[in-house]
């Protein structure tokens, strides 16, 4: 039996450095499969399982949104939250080079620029939670506050 190799992601080494409670699992990553892929593949509850979403306002100042896997984010409800006129997702190569990873493998831990974090304010309110490790069909297993401990999320309602 060989050892699965996992790769060692800017994701990682930014939980590492803030000592965070976390355990790191593995599937295989399907193009489009979305969070219904990884919750189906590790056998848990898509709501559990977040997705990081960059987005970017209307002058194309980028942002992430944290949203449970089974919600969309309303993003004339995040404009609102957030103060601005308009809000829309980020071009995936745009998204690419703020974040410094692939579509689908989008951590919010470890990103080459410094964004605000938005999150859906019920992810709070779950014991734990799958996250992106900054590599498709890897995720990281958390307590709900130690994404809130090390991230310092702005907590939203914006879930449709």
């Keep these: 039996m060989t050892k699965e190799k996992i790769p060692t992601t800017p994701a990682i080494l930014a939980l590492k450095a803030q000592s965070a409670d976390f355990t790191l699992h593995t599937y295989q990553y399907e193009e489009r499969g979305g969070t219904k892929r990884g919750a189906s593949k590790l056998g848990v509850d898509e709501h559990c399982v977040i997705k990081t979403l960059v987005m970017e306002d209307e002058t194309g100042k980028p942002l992430i949104i944290l949203m449970h896997g089974d919600k969309e984010v309303s993003t004339k ?3 609102r939250s957030i103060g601005t006129k308009s809000v829309s997702p980020s071009n995936p190569a745009i998204a690419e080079k703020h974040t410094g990873y692939k579509v689908g493998g989008t951590s919010p831990f470890g990103t080459k620029k410094a964004m605000p974090v938005y999150m859906e304010s019920t992810i709070a309110d779950l014991p734990e939670i ?4 900054g ?3 890897l995720l990281a297993r958390m307590p709900s506050d130690e994404l809130i401990r090390i991230l310092k999320p ?3 309602s914006v879930a449709i």
């Design 130 to 133: 799958f996250i992106n490790a």
């Design 77 to 79: 409800s995040l404009a």
């Design 135 to 137: 590599s498709r069909g």
């Design 154 to 156: 702005i907590a939203v």
